[in-house]
């Protein structure tokens, strides 16, 4: 009796065991090769008549989309710090720290020249104007700045800049730096050439000659909180010689909120929508932090999408 309980037993153990082994081997990770194909590898038939609608778009006449990107992340975690991921109708992307490419910022230019968005490389003077406040440094800053945007074949600059306001010093030497950007970057972009110049901020960092080289103006209207405000920055900027409506973007960021005149606060992208036709009609709407808008309900940037069929219908 007690030989048949244990060969009972050492059977129930073996049971126990292979079932043991067999859910584990359900259960181990086990790598999976999976080429994932994009639309463009699909149906190449499709994808090549999809971008030739796509550029003569961006050739036509049309209200301007523009977007600042955060570009630089070494190891991307999300399609938001990804240039790739970009709307399709985006006309410009302006890179934040285009001195800092990373390997999946340079993968990413080739397709977003297919689709015939330009790619500004950003000279941030306002963020670095402490290390640059010596002539020959900024000098050589700007000639570096140049050498690598021709290297990665971008389409031209934007650049930052601080108003000409403070002590008799800082005017000076602000004035100073705002012309020698101007005088080096428009040597190769700016009005009347095939690059483009776009200065991002308060028009009042430069004088109106410099003003008329630029392609466009991005106003520093982000952070605006109400309308009667941004009515006078407006109007104030189109007080300068070298400003028309067609060169200036009004500029919002993803989180940002403003005031309408009826005293009700609105989502800020959505409002200036509206008010790039109706204070000008101006050139464009441009989008600050624009990974922050990455993600949306139904898909990637499908606000940001929403705007410019709203800007372009």
């Not at 590898?41 to 990107?69: C, T, V």
Request: charged letters at 25%; one cysteine or more.
């Amino acid at each position: 009796m007690k030989t048949i309980k244990h060969i009972l037993w050492g059977c129930a153990v073996l049971a126990l065991l292979s079932l043991a082994t067999a859910c584990q081997e359900w259960t181990d990770i086990k790598p999976v090769d999976i080429e994932v194909q994009g639309p463009e590898e699909q149906n190449p038939e499709i994808w090549a008549h999809y971008m030739e609608i796509l550029q003569a778009y961006k050739r036509g006449d049309h209200f301007l989309a523009y977007g600042k990107f955060a570009n630089g992340t070494e190891k991307p975690t999300n399609g938001g710090q990804l240039l790739r991921s970009l709307p399709d109708s985006l006309d410009i992307v302006s890179l934040a720290n285009a001195d800092r490419m990373s390997a999946a910022d340079r993968e990413d230019l080739p397709p977003l020249r297919e689709k015939g968005t330009r790619v500004l490389y950003c000279v941030n003077y306002a963020a670095r104007a402490a290390e640059l406040s010596d002539a020959a440094k900024l000098g050589a800053y700007l000639d570096q700045s140049i050498s690598d945007a021709v290297a990665l074949q971008l389409d031209g600059f934007s650049f930052t800049g601080i108003p000409s306001y403070g002590t008799e010093a800082e005017v000076n030497a602000r004035r100073e730096a705002a012309k020698l950007i101007v005088q080096k970057l428009s040597t190769v972009a700016g009005a009347g050439k095939d690059k483009l110049l776009v200065f991002e901020g308060n028009p009042a960092f430069l004088e109106d000659a410099d003003l008329a080289k630029l392609n466009y103006l991005v106003l520093d209207t982000e952070k605006t909180a109400n309308a009667t405000d941004l009515k006078i920055q407006v109007g104030l900027a189109l007080a300068h010689d070298g400003l028309t409506p067609g060169k200036l973007l009004l500029c919002g960021s993803p989180e940002g909120e403003l005031v309408n005149e009826e005293n009700v606060k609105q989502k800020a992208l959505e409002d200036l929508v509206e008010r790039v036709a109706s204070l000008g009609p101006l050139a464009g709407l441009a989008v600050s932090d624009l990974g922050k808008a990455y993600y949306d309900p139904e898909k990637s940037y499908g606000r940001i999408c929403g705007l410019i069929r709203k800007l372009n219908p």
